[in-house]
């Protein structure tokens, strides 16, 4: 870990699984913090003013103090903050978000005149759990992100934010915005709305999560994740994941009707196909 | 734990995940094993004839020397194994199997002959991974066990499986064979087939599993399963999973469609229901 990568000074707007994450692992690093949350109350003793202590902002202008401003927030909240963080941001700052879509968080920077210095983030390090209490040191250690700036990003933003995600154990890969959310309708929206749509049926059938041995909890366990953040995901890669949910759609139908057929030989050609897959 | 309710002396066959981990629970309590498997190759230094090992039959008849018969197969050829044992049952052996099906195991012991003495048994102590090196002790400690005799099954027969089962920790549960096909096609069938959809959709997409993050991980992990042994669980509950998956794909469609239709509220009220089943 190269700490020389680091800013000496952050400003996290959102202290949830990532944002709290991030203010742990940089507090760690000697990195000064200064944070805002709508709710601070379960901070605890990481917040204060001492050394290793995370400041707590109470507003959005006052978290610009820091040249490096991170955005953790639902996405669907990011395009409300960005247009207010927008009026503090000058060529001396870096913008960072985190969010699961980029498309649109990308054009709204550019649309608010901070396309230079914006850069799409998204470390591949969610889980069903949220909140403050939910965030932990290391989240990032080997996680997979993907670093989307737009055309007008500045290439030393870029560079600091790949710095940034480097020094935090990630593993930084570039993806154009559009690219991105493709990218992720396949590997983690469809999955999410998979397991949501199996809880339904679940839960249309009366039966409780309780019932479910070790693998039914496995498959619905990102039915537990919040509401909104996933709401705001869905609302920005609409067309991508409506596409997923067909192609998957497809694939289910294709199942049943080898299951339905009695047709042994079709089903474990299916089930050897999945296994390979798996393991491969 | 009251290892008075143990045998002596247990048979089993097959020694995969489930016989494997039966096998090192039993001996654990001082019971004496005789185990039979295709492969026995790995069983390493729990094999022999010493205090704590497992002694190796060589035929089926030879594992009839316990009392209590334990068949820990794919369930396709628990059939088989149950003809070819069925001679060699007495009135003083009991036997058990711990499949994922019970209607037809259960049918076909009563058409040998057997259905006296055979239990349908039914541990929720499944993995993705298979064969003795998946094995371990404690496997069935508070798993939910269900125990599923047929109309002949006779009572001692039944209190001898319900007491083996919990002297092993397991919180055993006493179900009709048809209503635990049922009950399985919903909390644990159905789950393995969506994440084997989700499995062929990310194949098809030319998507690699190693691209996941740890939440579209968990979604595809029952995938990785045993083809044989799943094959086996569709053969012989086929209806109850073509109707479960009939009725998950309408739960995709009204998902999709919210999705398509540009309806955040529709989509909200989705995830949110998910959600409060998930953690009720």
Redo the contacts between chains.
Sequence with gaps: VNVLQLPKHVGIVGLGLIGGSLARDLLSRGVEVTGLDRDTSQIGNLAGSGPGQMRLADSLAAVTVAPVVIVAVPVGATIAVLAELAPHVTAGHVVLDVGSTKRVVVERAEALGIGTRFVGCHP?????TSGWAASRSGLFDG??VFICPGNATAPDAVAAACGLWTALGGCVERLAPDAHDA?MA???H????????????????G???D??????C??????????EV??DI??QN?AR??G??????H??????NA??R?D?AG??A??????S????
Tied chains: 1, 2.
């Design positions: 591949l390090a969610g889980h069903h996680a997979p990218h396949e590997i983690s469809l999955p999410h709305m998979v397991s949501v749509a199996l809880a339904l049926t679940l839960a249309e059938s039966q409780s999560h019932a479910l041995g070790p693998g039914g496995d498959v619905t366990r990102l039915a537990g994740s919040s509401a996933w709401g869905v609302a609409r994941i409506a997923a949910l067909a192609r998957f759609e694939r289910v139908r294709h199942l049943r299951v339905e009695d042994d089903v474990r299916l089930l050897d196909e999945a296994r897959w798996h393991s491969s």
